[in-house]
């Protein structure tokens, strides 16, 4: 990748916030959201590389940055968010440098979107089971129906009496309601959304990616995101928890626990030292096996 699609983006800062507030003659709360969120968490600015990932607790803003990203540059969304009457106006507040006009399919994904394709499915699926049940109460009814031709108007109705007279009771329900989408894992379904939703040459913002995501396929999706950044010309920004997308090659980390320090390394963070100091705790154990 020769550049960025996005290079910098600027929120209002905790001196401009408090001026705001100070106008409004109130205090910081949620009904003045996205306002006096990120100034806790020091972040001003993100100046961006190929692969910007946002690290911190829940509360500490990640979410909140990258919906005012999301926002300020119109990017294509399918699920709701948190918001209120005041978010327009801190995000007309924001400013993004943008080296490269967003591509069309650029997007922000987050975890809402991946459970809405899952219910989604489920959804339909339960709507084929409960068509099934009438087409197998309709089965024998047609099977020993009879029938007299009155006018062609009834073609339709004898074609489905010679269907259930010349097949068994499974394949005459299997032609009639319709293929059940393949039912598959969450962890299956969410790897398979973000492969399919990510283009080649677009601005992807990923809000914790990780959910409902096994180790494993938290592996396949880091190798997927580095591929496509590598090779297809992707810039992402990320907000995680996951040591698998947080060990990304050459990505720059900032930590909004800690004032939204850029990080040296991934390794010196409390959540992959957590399960550091938890496998070398437990390595005899695995040694043995």
């Known amino acids: 990748m020769d550049g960025l699609f996005l290079s910098a983006f600027y929120f209002p800062g905790a001196e401009a916030e408090s001026d705001f507030m100070f106008g409004l003659k109130t205090t910081y709360d949620q009904t003045v959201y996205p306002y006096g969120v990120l100034p806790k968490a020091g972040l001003n600015e993100i100046i961006f590389r190929p692969v ?13 940055a990258l919906n005012v990203i999301a926002e300020k540059l119109r990017l294509i969304r399918n699920s709701a968010y948190n918001r209120s009457r005041f978010f ?11 080296d490269e ?32 049940e009438k087409l197998a109460e309709d089965y024998y009814d047609l099977k020993h129906e009879k029938f007299q031709l009155r006018s062609l108007e009834d073609l339709d109705h004898l074609h489905r009496i010679n269907q259930a007279r010349s097949k068994t009771k499974s394949r005459f329900i299997e032609n009639e309601s319709g293929k059940s989408l393949r039912e598959r894992s969450n962890g299956e379904s969410a790897l398979m959304y ?25 592996l396949i999706l880091a190798d997927f995101l580095a591929e496509s950044v590598r090779y297809c010309g992707n810039q992402l920004v990320i907000s995680t928890h996951s040591p698998f997308l947080l060990a990304l090659p050459g990505a720059k ?10 990080v040296d390394s991934w390794t010196e963070l409390k959540n992959p030292r957590v399960y550091y100091d938890f496998f070398k705790t437990h390595a005899d154990e695995f040694e043995e096996t």
């Not at 690290?55 to 500490?60: H, K, R, V």
């Not at 327009?88 to 943008?98: G, W």
């Not at 991946?114 to 709507?127: A, H």
């Open 52 to 64: 910007t990932i946002l690290y911190g607790g829940n509360g500490s803003g990640k979410s909140t």
């Open 88 to 98: 327009e106006n801190y995000v007309d507040r924001c400013r993004a440098t943008v």
């Open 101 to 132: 006009a967003i591509p069309g399919g650029s997007r922000i994904i987050t975890s809402d979107d991946v459970f809405d394709m899952m219910l989604d499915i489920r959804s339909i699926n339960e709507g084929i089971d409960r068509r099934r």
């Open 194 to 218: 973000f492969q399919s939703k990510i283009e080649m040459d677009t601005l992807c913002l990923l809000d914790e990616p990780e959910n409902s995501l096994s180790p494993e396929n938290q």
């Open 253 to 262: 980390i900032i930590n909004l626990d800690e004032q939204s320090r850029v």
